[in-house]
């Protein structure tokens, strides 16, 4: 049984270009959420998502960033236009339909030069 | 999302000793507090979670005190080993655990052999 599976594991972008993330979930999962680690940081939450659903995406800047989770296929979050500032590590987590006990991948590092 | 406020940032202990580390929350809402421990280049890993009805929860060498009233909880490793240096985050969340998680800063725990 395959963990939380991330890719790419490291992107550089240069500054005004697209990023994407893929998350695909533990088999079985479908739930996943999206998080942000800055260096030296917590995580910190941007969505949560069910199967063709946005539930909770307070934490989501409000422009550049969207997030998917299609009925076939990964979980996606696209950062438009990327900035430096955008420089982090991001974790997709998963969980089964019960709520608790996440399952966290081992992240994508994007790196904007 | 409210803060959860994580103490140390960082701790030095003894192979064989007890490394204690502290949490306090603000949002009464909260429900479900987890620890993960987190590798370099790795994603966060479950280590152990406990729910508001009872005051402690024990896994091995792990071990989560939880004080309601004070809104704090805290992890001890028993015994604490080489092995155990890594980075662990707090965290909390409402809905039972499916919400979001308010990650802790972080505490490095370094345990010297």
């Known amino acids: 049984n395959a963990g939380v599976m991330q890719n790419p594991r490291h992107l550089v972008r240069r500054r005004g270009q697209e990023a994407r993330l893929r998350c695909s979930p533990m088999?079985?999962?479908?739930?996943v959420y999206w998080y942000r680690q800055l260096p030296e940081e917590g995580l910190k939450f941007m969505v949560y998502l069910q199967k063709e659903n946005i539930i909770d995406e307070s934490g989501m800047p409000k422009e550049r960033f969207s997030a998917e989770f299609p009925k076939e296929g990964p979980s996606i979050l696209r950062i438009q236009q990327v900035v430096r500032g955008d420089s982090a590590a991001y974790f997709c987590?998963?969980?089964?339909?019960?709520?608790?006990?996440?399952?966290f991948g081992s992240g994508t590092r994007l790196t904007v030069v | 999302q409210q803060q959860v406020k994580q103490s140390p940032q960082s701790l030095i202990v003894q192979k064989g000793g007890i490394s204690i580390i502290n949490c306090a929350y603000e949002?009464?809402?909260?429900?479900?507090f987890p620890w993960y421990q987190q590798f370099p280049g790795k994603g966060p890993a479950l280590l152990i979670a406990i729910r508001p009805d009872v005051s402690e929860k024990k896994e091995g060498r792990f071990t989560i005190s939880f004080n309601k009233s004070a809104k704090q909880f805290s992890l001890h490793i028993m015994d604490s080993q080489p092995g155990d240096s890594a980075t662990y985050f707090c965290?909390?969340?409402?809905?039972?655990?499916?919400?979001?998680?308010?990650f802790g800063k972080g505490t490095h725990l370094i345990i010297q052999p």
């Open positions: 965290a909390a969340s409402s809905g039972g655990g499916a919400d979001g998680l308010t």
């Open positions: 987590a998963s969980s089964p339909k019960e709520a608790g006990g996440y399952t």
């Open positions: 088999k079985g999962h479908s739930h």
């Open positions: 949002n009464t809402a909260f429900d479900y």
